[in-house]
């Protein structure tokens, strides 16, 4: 089951401008995560953003997290063609492993 | 030191027959996880063990099954393959729960094994 839904499904940008990734969760959280997946291999942890946190920041990524709406928002600034990739929120309730949403296709152009 | 590592990279099977995937967690984790990603859909959780021990399970047929050994690396099971069970299956490991929680560590993954069923 689907406990994060990303949104836009799709998102097509040029080098550096920003890019705003959405997701939406269903139920109460210990904390959210954002990962990136590289042309259909493993994926690479990006941040960790816990459920008494609004805003994290690393580098270039900004996450924020709004538990009474249930959502969470990635921001990537500056956007490169290496950031090229599929980005999914995953949500860690207690006492289960990390739900993962449907992702959001980012596709940064030169 | 080593990642997560995931055996065979690519597996082709026929319909009704049995898989075997393996996977290798980092060193020190004892947490190791197994998601399914179909085409075009996101990670379906299969599997959760720690320490030797099933934690969870995710909504599959039994046909799915798997073990963790003693050396913490686990075995992923898949009987009377079907034809929707081609996919890419994704192994990760992380700290034991209790430790994991109060990290600010997530996931490390495997490149996956692709499954595919003809």
């Known amino acids: 089951s689907q406990q994060g839904e990303e949104d836009p499904q799709a998102l097509s940008i040029q080098e550096g401008e920003n890019a705003t990734m959405n997701c939406s969760y269903k139920?109460?959280?210990?904390?959210l995560q954002w990962y990136r997946q590289n042309s259909g291999r493993g994926l690479v942890h990006l941040i960790l953003i816990r459920s008494n946190e609004r805003e994290k920041h690393s580098g270039r990524l900004r996450v924020t997290l709004d538990t009474s709406k249930k959502s969470s928002s990635l921001l990537i600034t500056a956007s490169r063609a290496a950031d090229t990739a599929s980005y999914f929120c995953a949500t860690d309730q207690a006492g289960t492993a990390l739900i993962f949403g449907k992702g959001t296709t980012l596709s940064v152009s030169s | 030191e080593a990642g997560v590592t995931q055996s065979p990279t690519h597996l082709i099977k026929t319909r009704g027959q049995q898989a075997t995937l393996r996977c290798s967690p980092i060193s020190g984790h004892t947490s190791v996880y197994w998601y399914q990603q179909a085409l075009g859909l996101g990670l379906q959780f299969l599997l959760w063990?720690?320490?030797?021990?099933?934690?969870n399970r995710g909504n599959f047929p039994p046909r799915f099954s798997g073990r963790q050994f003693p050396n913490y690396s686990s075995e992923l099971n898949v009987n009377a393959l079907e034809l929707e069970d081609s996919a890419l299956y994704l192994c990760?490991?992380?700290?034991?729960?209790?430790?994991?929680?109060?990290?600010?560590?997530?996931?490390?993954f495997g490149s996956g094994t692709r499954l595919t069923v003809v």
């Open positions: 990760a490991s992380s700290l034991r729960m209790e430790v994991f929680l109060l990290s600010n560590y997530g996931y490390t």
């Open positions: 063990y720690d320490e030797g021990e099933e934690r």
């Open positions: 139920t109460s959280i210990n904390n």
